[in-house]
């Protein structure tokens, strides 16, 4: 099949033909049908999550099941499925209290002494979160995977597995936002439109998209912005505090970046929560004042994948689509061929899309 390699850090992907497995025990082959572009993509490739090359990235599929392993109930081929990194295992901890994506074993590839999912040339190819979808097909476990209804378009339900469920679930699950609240979204990629969807279906009052390209504005007002404040000619924390009266109840960083993750803490009012979304690359600090948390009582907590529950989210989050509470046509600023990937990192890097989508025949 047809893959994009992560050959070394800082360097294209390479296009190339490779070998996958068939599925073993507890194990589906799906055929990828769209896949979106996420930026932890782009922070693998950059060094800033530490993932060994040779590897194939990608964890924004939608497809359809090919086959199945032994043991496998839930799925059979034809199934309309979308993967997401956040595997479950169903017995630790965190599963069993009801977060199971914090779950211990997510990130477990098969088990030592099998032969690899994926392959080049006779040597294994690393998988990225049990994934790997910049590919033709992706060979994961039963747990990696939700079915969704056969109306839903791929292209879009692709959105759902990684970028919109961050987003979205960040506003909907991992914090609890009252009618009326006032929130802020810094960085409006696919991730942070999502969460700004997700305050307005809790109902937000006051919702304040903060970003650096003016092109963006539009669509987020389109998306229930009510204040737009463009960071790269206007000072943003001076300008969040006046337009909340302090600082906001609730503000979601969604770049991952530490200058705005301490302007995310300065935009926070008394007794707020700022809710961090973006990943920092994992070599850098955030200094934050301990004494402007301690007298004004602010929290900051982490979200990862929206603290979902996947398999109950998604499809709640496709009802909301179909139905016409959450957009996600908007959000796909194009629609690729697997052999432009490397193109699309550029526009990442430059801010000029929201969500880039690969398409596969």
């Not at 997401?84 to 030592?112: H, I, K, S």
């Not at 004042?289 to 496709?318: C, H, V, W």
Request: overall charge negative; charged content about 20%.
């Amino acid at each position: 099949m047809k893959a994009a390699v992560m050959r070394a850090n800082n360097a294209p992907l390479e296009i190339e033909d490779i070998a996958i497995d068939s599925p073993g025990p507890g194990e589906v082959l799906v055929k990828t049908a769209a896949c979106g572009i996420c930026h932890s993509d782009l922070t693998v490739l950059e060094g800033g999550l530490p993932v060994p090359p040779p590897c194939v990235l990608g964890h924004e599929p939608a497809g359809i099941v090919e086959e199945v392993g032994s043991g496998v109930s839930g799925f059979a081929p034809g199934d309309h499925v979308i993967g997401c990194l956040t595997a479950w295992c169903g017995v630790c901890r965190f599963c069993t209290e009801g977060r199971p994506y914090l779950c211990l074993d997510q990130f477990l590839g098969r088990p030592e002494g099998a032969a690899a999912r994926l392959s080049g040339g006779g040597e294994p190819i690393g998988q990225f979160a049990n994934l790997s979808s910049f590919a033709e097909k992706i060979l994961c476990p039963e747990r990696s995977l939700v079915k969704i209804r056969d109306d839903m378009p791929l292209d879009r339900a692709a959105l759902i597995g990684c970028g919109v469920t961050t987003g979205l679930g960040a506003a909907l699950n991992t914090v609890n936002i009252p009618a009326g609240a006032s929130v802020v979204i810094i960085g409006l990629g696919g991730v942070g439109l999502s969460a700004l969807q997700g305050a307005r279906i809790t109902g937000a009052g006051k919702i304040i998209a903060v970003d650096t390209q003016e092109w963006k504005f539009e669509l987020a007002r389109g998306l229930g912005a009510t204040d737009c404040i463009n960071a790269s000619d206007t000072e943003p924390i001076s300008a969040v505090h006046d337009l909340t009266g302090g600082g906001a109840d609730f503000v979601f960083e969604c770049i991952g970046l530490v200058p705005t993750v301490q302007q995310a803490v300065a935009m926070t009012g008394r007794g707020g929560t700022t809710v961090l979304v973006g990943v920092v690359p994992m070599t850098e600090m955030v200094q934050v004042s301990a004494a402007d948390l301690t007298l004004q009582e602010k929290k900051i907590t982490g979200s990862f994948m929206g603290s979902n529950r996947f398999r109950f989210d998604m499809p709640k989050y496709i009802e909301f689509y179909l139905s016409g509470r959450l957009a996600l046509d908007e959000l796909v600023s194009s629609r690729i061929k697997l052999e432009e990937v490397n193109d699309a990192f550029e526009h990442m890097r430059k801010g000029e899309v929201a969500r880039q989508v690969i398409v596969f025949d």
